[in-house]
Each structure stands twice: as structure tokens, then as C-alpha cells.
């Protein structure tokens, strides 16, 4: 299993603010994912990053942004959040392409509320 | 286009009992498939990954997955529940070309165990 960490938790943010949602993996992993998950609801892939200086937007359009300066550090951020951001967002990471390594690995998720 | 399917959106098992999830897929090629586990408020673990090879695989906790390319299915089976087996179940299916790379989920089956 891999070892990855998202912080915060949980977090209850009002309406308008900048928030940054952090993702580290400690296995030198290639690629790193974000997906948004509504309560009850399936996963849909919203970032993910092939390598450093690689972002790529995924199938869900989301005003979030990423940024990938280190291999293990993948964070995202909402400049305005607003009530339509609560969701749980997890972050991904795979070793690497093809065969095996493609296998994604998920962090424990972050919790936003935006009231 | 790639998809899965989970068509039970709620299963109720007693303790003890079999179960089996029903996942289907659709894919032009040989998908890599994998069954994930959520339990309230956290991230996704990983049960069990097919990528070629035997069609059956074992995952962690005791449960199983069976490929059948004739039926584009990739259900999950488990001789016997433990109450701690309550959670959300996950098929995903990763190709090449659709997703955005990324993982495609199905939208989840509720595992709920009776005593």
C-alpha cells in the first residue's frame, strides 16, 4: 500500500475564502490524481499530474487548481470557495504507467464545507 | 467510451451469509478492473486488481473477484460477511484513452449486514 496524506481532514471554510487542500506521498510515485466525491455519490476525476510541471485537467470541470513543483506534493486549491465546493476530495497516486504500476493508491480524503 | 455499472445501489446481508456484488464493464479492450472499499468518512482501500492472467483474484479481507470477458463482468464475492464488512463498494475499471487516464467508477453499491 502506499502512503499517502491528505490534510486537512475536515475543514469548515465560509464563503469567499482561499483554501488549499494538501496531498503528500512518500513513494515516489509518477502520477497524482484528484478526484470529488458528493455524499452518497460516485468518484469523478477532477486533476491529475503525469510528473513535476505536469497538470492536466480530468473528466469533471472543476474551478479548483493544481500544482506538482515536487514529486510528492500535489495540492489544490479554490481561490473563492462557495457552497457548491462541499465535497470530499481525495487524492490519488499510481508508481507509474503500464502493467502494474497502474494501480492507484487513495489517501484518506479531505472534507470541505463551505458555509 | 468507457463505464462501469454497479446495478445494485443498496445490498442487505446478514452476518454470516455469501455475498456477491455485481459489477459490469464497457471497454473496446482488455480493462485493468479493480473493486475498492469506503467506509464512512474515509478514503478508498484498495480490495483487489486484475490485470490480466487468472481469472479469478484474491483480494485482502477474504473477498474475491471473478473476470468474465463474455459477460463484461467483474463481480466481487465474499463466503461470508463480518459486520465490520458494512461500507461502500467501489468497481472501477482504468483504460487507455478514456477517463482522462484517470480512473472510471462506478456510482457504488451500500453494503448493509444484519445481525
Known amino acids: 500500500e502506499a502512503d499517502i496524506y491528505q490534510t486537512p481532514r475536515y475543514l469548515v471554510i465560509g464563503t469567499g475564502k482561499k483554501i488549499t487542500l494538501e496531498c503528500s506521498q512518500t513513494?515516489?510515485?509518477?502520477?497524482m490524481y484528484w478526484y470529488q466525491q458528493d455524499p452518497g455519490m460516485e468518484l469523478h476525476l477532477i486533476h491529475y499530474s503525469y510528473g513535476v510541471n505536469s497538470t492536466e485537467k480530468g473528466d469533471l470541470s472543476s474551478e479548483s487548481t493544481v500544482s506538482r513543483i515536487r514529486t510528492e506534493h500535489f495540492p489544490l486549491t479554490l481561490e473563492s470557495a462557495r457552497p457548491s465546493h462541499t465535497s470530499q476530495y481525495l487524492c490519488?497516486?499510481?508508481?507509474?504507467?503500464?502493467?502494474?504500476?497502474?494501480?492507484?493508491?487513495f489517501g484518506e480524503g479531505s472534507w470541505l464545507t463551505v458555509v | 467510451a468507457q463505464s462501469v455499472t454497479q446495478p445494485d445501489i443498496h445490498i442487505t446481508v446478514s452476518e454470516g451469509a455469501s455475498l456477491e456484488l455485481r459489477c459490469n464493464y464497457s471497454?473496446?479492450?482488455?480493462?485493468?478492473l479493480f473493486w475498492y472499499v469506503q467506509s464512512p468518512g474515509q478514503g478508498l482501500q484498495l480490495l483487489l486488481k486484475?490485470?490480466?492472467?487468472?481469472?479469478l483474484v484474491q483480494g485482502i479481507k477474504g473477498f474475491e473477484a471473478e473476470f468474465k470477458r463474455s459477460q463484461s463482468s467483474f463481480n466481487l464475492r465474499k463466503p461470508s460477511v463480518h459486520w465490520s464488512d458494512a461500507a461502500e463498494y467501489f468497481c472501477a475499471l482504468l483504460g487507455v484513452g478514456g477517463g482522462a487516464d484517470g480512473l472510471t467508477f462506478g456510482k457504488g453499491t451500500h453494503l448493509i449486514i444484519q445481525p
Open positions: 486484475y490485470f490480466s492472467g487468472d481469472t
Open positions: 471497454y473496446g479492450a482488455t480493462p485493468y
Open positions: 513513494m515516489g510515485h509518477d502520477k
Open positions: 490519488a497516486s499510481s508508481p507509474r504507467l503500464g502493467g502494474a504500476g497502474n494501480t492507484i493508491y
